[in-house]
């Protein structure tokens, strides 16, 4: 079945720092990806997407390019705040089923010290 | 415009009890999905709602666990004889069949705590 791979922290970087969390899929269809975020508190964002290969993903800063070959959605950020402190999910829907349902990696816990 | 909601937001009960959850969808979102976050297993999907009927209920961990929806709208999702690895917070999310990448907005979630 489907699964999704990610580092799983926690992830511990000063402000402005580069940031990089890596995620790698498994799926038998042609699936969108996405990464969402949960902020303290708060409930679960989408933060960015993207739909097929080669594919780039990006919103506040954040980028990540869906890699067919290397089946991985990597998020990077060249220059992380305090305020980015979260955790990240990285997530798949398989288009190739009718429900469009999602699969997550575990978590990686971002703390961004000032 | 409102966002899909739940209640109750925190729900503690003792172990055996029966437990509802409730989940109103953003209005128009005719797909809605439950889902499951703990520490142990992460977020797991349970069930998928397609109007009032649920084509995918894999996920569901056992025959304690339903759900149903109603007028293509509000869901409840019902476990009954409450036990403790039930202990989770339970997420709703609903998404547009009419958007192209079928996004899926969460609601803030019920953290259900069997004692």
């Known amino acids: 079945g489907d699964s999704v791979t990610q580092m799983e922290g926690p992830v511990t970087l000063s402000e402005e720092a580069f940031l990089t969390i890596n995620c790698t899929y498994t799926?038998?269809?042609?699936?969108?990806l996405f990464w969402y975020v949960q902020y303290p508190g708060e409930g679960l964002q989408l933060l960015l997407k993207?739909?097929?290969?080669?594919d780039k993903g990006s919103n506040k800063g954040f980028e990540a390019t869906y890699r067919k070959e290397t089946t991985s959605f990597h998020l990077e950020k060249g220059s992380v705040q305090v305020s980015d402190s979260a955790v990240y999910f990285c997530?798949?829907?398989?288009?190739?089923?009718?429900?469009?349902?999602?699969?997550f990696g575990k978590g990686t816990l971002l703390t961004v010290n000032p | 415009g409102a966002g899909v909601s739940q209640s109750p937001s925190n729900k503690v009960t003792e172990k055996g009890k029966d437990v509802e959850l409730r989940c109103d969808p953003i209005?128009?979102?005719?797909?809605l999905y439950w889902y499951r976050q703990s520490l142990g297993q992460g977020l797991e999907f349970l069930i998928y709602?397609?109007?009032?009927?649920?084509?995918?209920k894999s996920g569901l961990p056992s025959d304690r666990f339903s759900a149903e929806r109603t007028g293509g709208s509000v869901s409840t999702l019902t476990i009954q004889r409450t036990q403790q690895e039930d202990s989770a917070v339970y997420l709703c999310?609903?998404?547009?069949?009419?958007?192209?990448?079928?996004?899926?907005?969460f609601g803030p979630g019920t953290r259900l705590t069997v004692t």
């Open positions: 999310a609903s998404s547009s069949r009419t958007q192209s990448s079928y996004e899926q907005y």
């Open positions: 799926a038998t269809g042609y699936p969108s």
């Open positions: 993207a739909t097929k290969a080669d």
């Open positions: 997530a798949l829907s398989d288009s190739g089923g009718s429900n469009y349902k999602l699969t």
């Open positions: 209005s128009g979102h005719t797909a």
């Open positions: 709602f397609q109007g009032n009927s649920a084509p995918d």
